[in-house]
């Protein structure tokens, strides 16, 4: 494989030699490790840039890296980076800026999705931290078209759905193949000849070729971890959200033999977020899965054990000892439990047919990868809190049309101010308030939904393909039973919050002389934190401090107090 290129766009000759220089001395050079080894290029305007990224293109040398000006003439950066995202949609995307031109670099953020920018001057000190972690992403996300896991299927097939779900969820490089196409059919032909494999079909990586698997199976054969190494931890967290993954990666940091594990695939709701625009720290935002990439290279770097996809059925005490029993069979103890499971997608129940579709057309959640396979269709979303206005907005960079269906007035009552703005701004979304989906046709697929005010008026038909649904979400504890006292939605209660027997300052089956802690369950030692806890916030940074701040208490249960 060619080395990948990182290309520096500045029509300021001085500025460029500067940037190619220090570019160099830090990628470009036979002592720097193979892996973070870059050829850096530099060109002196947006049409030189797209002309060379063509002719990289055609000789499959992938391009990691645009670093750009903004003050160009002909094309501006943010217009070059528009294109670049285009034609190369996994290439990391960088605006450099004179401090006086910030708020084009913003507009550039919300309009472009950049995914940094920087002003001038620098010092390499400030230039290279930020890339190193962008193009550390780039690395763990990227791999050759011949060396990428290849998924073949027709794309309203359910079983494809969930394989294709599963293996972006679990942020593995793969190449999917519409056999419903031309295209794809070639493909499948390419790889089997003659012969006539049942779909779904995968070409895992090293060769292995499996036909209609199931995720297990495919688990195994991509060699994610799936059974607990040892039968008993300090530390079991379940769910590896942003609440989970920061127990898990401070548990361990500070000694803890710690086991993380989700049903799913790291990174929970949060995972799937195309873009998150107001977590501290990060001015141009970041996707779910850049942000989880990030805290799953971190759970490890500090010996975090992590199972998945594994769920847990039941949670028993017996004395200190907390068993969890796993959905393989399987059992492992632990001294404390963090509960970081958050939610699930609600459903729309009593919409008539609708459950016919899903997995082929009707979808709950939305994967970055999804949209991309939506190109030059129209897309309904049903929604109005951020989720469904993230999911838009990446539906309308591959979509020729997105429809929002809000029930409510407005999508003021549910969203941040930020995004509605920049859904104003797209011409391709079309937000219709007062309106619920009430029906759906189709045949092996979805066809039409009718569409009517929240009291039934106005129905009308309408075609459609793809319905993503994100209306909300429930937590799925019906798995802890009696063991943990919840809410009558299922949110589990902790600390204060935990009710009391008739009027007393007594808990029921509550076994310690003192209080619980605030994000201690009735059980002594285990704890909750994130979407999952009644009363929680449901924003991202709230789980990553809970998370955090359930550690500290972890550690006095441990200490005895």
Not at 8 to 34: F, K, M, S, T, W
Not at 368 to 396: H, K
Not at 420 to 442: F, H, P, S, W, Y
């Amino acid at each position: 494989m060619l080395i990948p290129a990182l290309l520096a766009v500045d029509d300021d000759p001085g500025v460029r030699a500067a940037v190619q220089r220090d570019l160099r001395d830090h990628y470009d050079d036979d002592d720097i490790p193979e892996d973070r080894q870059y050829e850096v290029m530099a060109v002196e305007s947006g049409a030189a840039a797209l002309d060379l990224m063509g002719r990289l293109k055609a000789r499959q040398q992938p391009v990691a890296l645009v670093l750009s000006d903004e003050r160009m003439p002909g094309m501006g950066g943010v217009d070059l980076l528009t294109k670049v995202r285009e034609i190369s949609p996994d290439t990391k995307r960088v605006l450099l800026t004179a401090y006086a031109d910030t708020d084009v670099a913003i507009r550039g953020v919300n309009r472009a999705r950049l995914d940094l920018y920087l002003t001038k001057p620098w010092n390499p000190s400030e230039l290279f931290s930020p890339l190193d972690d962008l193009l550390a992403a780039w690395r763990a996300e990227y791999r050759h078209e011949d060396r990428r896991t290849a998924l073949f299927g027709d794309r309203w097939s359910r079983e494809s759905y969930e394989l294709r779900e599963f293996l972006s969820r679990n942020r593995v490089p793969f190449r999917y193949h519409d056999t419903a196409t031309e295209e794809g059919r070639a493909a499948l032909q390419g790889v089997a000849g003659d012969t006539a494999p049942t779909l779904p079909f995968v070409v895992t990586e090293e060769g292995t070729r499996l036909e209609r698997p199931d995720t297990a199976t495919l688990a195994g054969h991509i060699h994610l971890h799936t059974r607990a190494e040892l039968q008993r931890y300090h530390l079991v967290v379940v769910g590896a959200g942003p609440a989970g993954l920061t127990s898990s990666v401070y548990g361990a940091s500070e000694g803890l033999k710690t086991l993380l594990l989700d049903r799913d695939a790291p990174g929970g709701q949060a995972g799937l977020s195309a873009r998150i625009e107001n977590y501290l720290g990060f001015p141009a935002g970041l996707s779910g899965r850049d942000l989880t990439n990030r805290a799953v290279a971190q759970a490890r770097k500090f010996q975090v054990e992590i199972v998945s996809p594994q769920a847990v059925t039941g949670l028993n005490v017996d004395n200190d000892y907390k068993v969890l029993t796993l959905a393989d069979g399987s059992e492992v103890q632990a001294d404390t439990v963090v509960l970081a499971m958050g939610v699930q997608w609600r459903k729309l129940s009593d919409v008539d047919k609708l459950d016919t579709f899903t997995g082929a057309g009707v979808y709950y959640g939305a994967s970055m990868a999804e949209a991309r396979t939506c190109q030059d269709e129209t897309v309904y979303i049903v929604g109005g809190a951020n989720s469904a206005g993230q999911a838009a907005l990446n539906f309308a960079e591959f979509a020729r049309r997105v429809v929002m269906l809000v029930r409510g007035p407005d999508l003021a009552a549910s969203m941040s101010e930020y995004l509605i703005r920049n859904i104003e701004q797209r011409d391709n979304i079309e937000v219709l308030t007062n309106t619920c989906v009430v029906g759906a046709d189709g045949d092996d697929r979805l066809r039409s939904l009718e569409l009517a005010s929240p009291t039934g008026e106005g129905r009308r038909t309408v075609e459609a393909a793809s319905l993503y649904v994100m209306i909300g979400a429930a937590p799925d504890t019906d798995w802890l039973g009696d063991v943990v006292a919840r809410d009558a939605r299922g949110y589990i209660y902790t600390g204060p919050d935990l009710p009391r027997i008739d009027g007393t300052r007594r808990i029921r089956n509550w076994s310690r002389s003192r209080d619980p802690w605030l994000l201690e369950t009735c059980v002594p030692g285990v704890f909750a934190a994130g979407d999952v806890r009644c009363g929680s916030v449901k924003r991202v940074a709230s789980g990553v401090g809970e998370g955090a701040v359930a550690i500290q208490f972890v550690h006095q249960y441990l200490a005895g107090k």
